[in-house]
């Protein structure tokens, strides 16, 4: 007996030896579910190895086994905490499983300790941009393109957190200066871009009434007066912009930064600033930012950012079949990337196509079930396939996830009215309210009420309803009669 169990043990490194060749055989093979029960035979045999168990959640994260990997992934950890292969994957599987912020701790450890990995910044950046981190999600895909500048996915990234920061900043300037010539100004800027022309006359306009020396808004009006054929009004313009001369820049301010193109001076220097001007200021920069990083995405050879790109662009436009035609493009060049297939999905139910985006949907969600971005979409698609029960089970599980998103309320609200459940919608259209812009969401309180038989509330909600009405109404009738393009004051 004794004899038998020296042997045993003499001959157990060479099995080790031979599953650890076998594993990694199957792992350049990339036949990475066969190499599942190769690691974890290895791991059950030496339990304290973080390499081995690394390994293992690495080949459980590449056959498609987020949730499995999470397990030995932190375990290797927890053994060797700056196991790259281990950070990497742990923080990969958390992203795909759509919990963002625990994939954050591991990637910035990873690009702490072993700074400079393309991958893994990126991932770090897409993360860090997801929770709303936008300036440091930016500082990241800066790096990303100095360590790769022919990467389109760090030029797409970079505009897309600059075009966050310049929302943000347009957001706090219309907290902090309302109705001001700053705020009027940004969003002429804004109808501007969009080919609002009339509007962006109008908002202009209003602009200049406010704040008389704001340089550019005279030069955008007659840039407006020329597209309508108006060049002598034009003219007047350009004269009225030349009378404000040139800023004086003997000390720098965050006018001079914008004038001389030193837009991320300018940024860092209204860093600190808390007033509309220097949110007006930061507002443009970022969105000029944004606007260079998008055009090298658009020098680059066709790529799937450079889809990505076209399809935000159409989607910003309302062109839904477009932008999912787009989406298609680029997920020919990389079909198994899962947040491709999501904004596909998206753009599908956008364009109405809702059968091809359930497909799609649910295949995510298999893999990923307690994505909240998932689940609210499965949730809007099945509110326009008039399911509103397993409307419900989703918008729940996305609710649940971030109980601070208004519109997955407010979907959660329609679903649970169509359900019959008007008691329940009450509070998720409460919470959803100050996010109503056309009024519907007032109206919709008010069949809840009527349907829970709270008289008394629905006679107070279909007030505040004809109120909103009322005023948005009176805000069209405005808009109809002021914005004409009339002739420069003098003229």
Same mark, same amino acid.
């Given at each position: ?81 700056? #196991? ?9 599987? @958390? ?28 991932? %770090? ?14 500082a990241h895909f800066r790096k990303l ?24 900043? &347009? ?30 006359? @109008?908002? @202009? ?33 350009? &004269? &009225? ?11 720098? #301010? ?25 949110? @007006? ?8 930012? =944004? ?23 159409h989607q910003g436009q309302g062109r ?41 949907? /649910? ?66 259209? /409460?919470? =959803? ?11 919709? %309180? ?27 109404a009176a805000d069209r009738q405005v ?7 009339? &002739?420069?004051?003098?003229?």
């Amino acid at each position: 007996m004794k004899g038998l169990l020296l042997l045993a043990l003499a001959q157990q490194p060479d099995e080790l030896a031979r599953l650890s060749q076998q594993g990694k055989t199957l792992m350049m093979e990339q036949r990475f579910a066969d190499a599942v029960p190769v690691y974890e035979r290895l791991a059950k045999a030496m339990p304290g190895n973080a390499g081995l168990l690394s390994n293992l959640g690495m080949a459980l994260h590449l056959s498609g086994e987020y949730k499995r990997s999470l397990g030995p992934l932190e375990q290797a950890l927890k053994i060797a905490p700056r #196991t790259p292969g281990a950070l990497f994957y742990l923080g990969a599987s @958390y992203l795909r499983l759509g919990e963002t912020a625990k994939a954050i701790v591991p990637l910035g450890t990873l690009e702490a300790s072993f700074p400079g990995n393309p991958a893994a910044l990126g991932m %770090l950046a897409d993360a860090k941009f997801l929770v709303g981190r936008f300036e440091e999600s930016a500082a990241h895909f800066r790096k990303l393109a100095a360590v790769d500048p022919e990467n389109p996915k760090s030029w797409l990234g970079l505009g897309r957190a600059y075009e966050a920061l310049a929302d943000r900043s &347009a957001g706090e300037l219309a907290k902090t200066g309302p109705g001001g010539g700053y705020w009027f100004a940004l969003v002429a800027e804004s109808r501007s871009r969009q080919s609002q022309r009339r509007s962006a006359f @109008y908002f @202009y306009r209003k602009a200049l009434e406010l704040t008389p020396g704001l340089r550019g808004a005279h030069a955008a009006l007659a840039a407006i007066y020329r597209e309508s054929g108006k060049p002598d009004w034009a003219s007047a313009e350009d &004269a &009225a912009e030349k009378a404000l001369g040139a800023p004086e820049c003997s000390a720098p #301010t965050l006018e001079c930064h914008f004038r001389t193109g030193r837009d991320e001076t300018l940024v860092r220097a209204a860093r600190l600033l808390k007033t509309p001007e220097s949110f @007006y200021w930061r507002a443009r920069a970022y969105s000029r930012l =944004a606007a260079a990083a998008f055009d090298r995405v658009g020098r680059l050879p066709e790529s799937v950012e450079s889809w990505a790109l076209m399809a935000e662009l159409h989607q910003g436009q309302g062109r839904f079949v477009e932008a999912a035609k787009a989406w298609e493009a680029a997920l020919r060049l990389e079909p198994a990337d899962d947040g491709i297939k999501q904004d596909l999905a998206a753009a599908l139910h956008q364009a109405k196509d809702d059968e091809r985006a359930r497909k799609i949907t /649910e295949e995510l969600l298999a893999k990923a079930p307690a994505s909240p971005e998932l689940n609210f979409l499965m949730g809007e698609i099945c509110l326009a396939q008039q399911q509103p029960e397993p409307a419900i089970t989703h918008l729940m599980k996305a609710s649940q996830a971030d109980p601070g998103a208004l519109p997955v309320r407010a979907a959660l609200a329609r679903a649970l009215l169509a359900a019959g459940h008007a008691t329940d919608a009450i509070p998720h259209l /409460e919470a =959803a309210l100050s996010m109503d812009e056309d009024g519907s969401l007032h109206f919709q %309180l008010v069949r809840a009420f009527q349907t829970a038989g709270d008289t008394a509330k629905a006679k107070a909600a279909m007030a505040r309803y004809q109120e909103l009405r009322g005023k948005l109404a009176a805000d069209r009738q405005v808009l109809e009669d002021e914005v004409k393009i009339t &002739a420069p004051p003098g003229q």
